[in-house]
């Protein structure tokens, strides 16, 4: 995943392919050049810990009604102006609270004998971007038979993605809009994002959500070729759509009206069996 020589080293997680001069960081933010190589600068680095039902992932149709170890750290390898999580995932650095993968798994197995953990949901911030905590931990997790969750937005090469994927065992995937003109301006790559959404489709249970946006990504021509997409995959494939609130440098915009959420919901009901409205 990583080349370099004595003057950078070249970041091959994500699609940003990022060239970092000594001590510096990527677009993430969480990952750093250190004596020529790129390093996780995010590694069990943690600025969120909760336990809670997997339906807030959210992930409707995976072990419904149980309860999951939620972990953030910082950064994100996205740059969306309405991000609704903006303090952890635009946030910095947390040295004081660190956490290593086997203090992770030991936390989990506490919590499935106390009330039934089910395992460990990396979400909150952009998780792939902690690519090799994310990876150390999950194969710890699969040894003592827990789950492994990401809640994520999809934007990872596609070598270190198949290297992960035997160890997850479900995904939420955020595609921001079916458009490839907005996700270049929130810094994505939209084929990426298609692409890895099919990849975890092979190996793990996936559910998508799609914030919507009023004015934005909210027409139904983009609904009708994301919910297309979609069913040409598998149309038992679960799709969430969610309102947008002012948040970040978006606090201009309006709340999504009800109306919208309920005119997409029609267009996607065509053709995926399961669709659900958040944030109602």
């Not at 091959?12 to 600068?41: Q, T």
């Not at 955020?174 to 975890?200: E, Q």
Request: hydrophobic letters at 35%.
């Amino acid at each position: 995943m990583i080349s370099s020589n004595r003057n950078f080293a070249v970041c091959n997680l994500c699609p940003h392919h990022c060239h970092l001069k000594e001590g510096a960081s990527g677009i993430c933010r969480a990952r750093k050049c250190v004596e020529g190589k790129v390093v996780s600068s995010s590694y069990g680095n943690l600025s969120a810990l909760a336990l809670d039902p997997i339906e807030k992932k959210p992930l409707y149709h995976f072990h419904k009604g149980s309860q999951i170890l939620s972990v953030g750290s910082f950064g994100c390898n996205l740059k969306c102006p309405f991000c609704q999580n903006h303090e952890i995932s635009m946030g910095t650095s947390t040295h004081d609270n660190y956490y290593a993968p086997d203090d992770i798994v030991d936390l989990a197995l506490k919590l499935k004998h106390e009330c039934g953990n089910i395992g460990v949901a990396f979400t909150y911030n952009e998780p792939l971007i902690s690519y090799e905590y994310v990876l150390d931990t999950a194969r710890l997790l699969k040894q003592a038979d827990l789950c492994t969750v990401l809640v994520t937005n999809g934007t990872i090469c596609e070598e270190p993605f198949l290297a992960l994927l035997p160890y997850i065992d479900a995904l939420n995937i955020d595609l921001k809009a079916f458009s490839p003109h907005f996700y270049r301006k929130i810094k994505g790559d939209f084929d990426t994002v298609l692409n890895n959404i099919r990849l975890a489709h092979e190996f793990s249970h996936v559910e998508i959500t799609t914030l919507v946006i009023d004015g934005v990504n909210d027409s139904d021509e983009d609904m009708e070729r994301e919910c297309q997409f979609l069913c040409s995959i598998d149309k038992e494939m679960p799709l969430h759509l969610s309102r947008c609130f002012p948040r970040y440098r978006w606090s201009h915009i309006r709340i999504t009206p009800y109306e919208t959420l309920d005119r997409l919901l029609g267009i996607a009901q065509k053709y995926l069996h399961h669709v659900y409205l958040g944030n109602v």
